[in-house]
């Protein structure tokens, strides 16, 4: 996976969960899972893509 891979992936979780402010944190929770993002994983990627983008930098 590469990093515009993983900036899209955090683009549309952000957006997701923008869009449920409204709800209960539970439902918020099943929503995001039903669509395919974990918040866990969600995290995770963020660092991998942080971590990916100063190494690339030093390149």
């Known amino acids: 996976m ?3 891979q993983l900036s899209k992936v955090d683009i549309l979780k ?3 969960v923008e869009e449920d402010v409204g709800l209960a944190e539970e439902e918020r929770k099943k929503r ?5 993002f ?3 994983s969600g995290e995770k990627t ?5 971590k990916f983008s100063n ?3 030093i390149y």
């Not at 963020?46 to 942080?50: A, D, I, P, R, S």
């Open 2 to 4: 590469n990093w515009f």
């Open 14 to 16: 952000k957006l997701q």
């Open 32 to 36: 995001l899972s039903e669509n395919g």
């Open 38 to 40: 974990n918040l866990l």
């Open 46 to 50: 963020e660092g991998k893509l942080k």
């Open 55 to 57: 190494t690339s930098m």
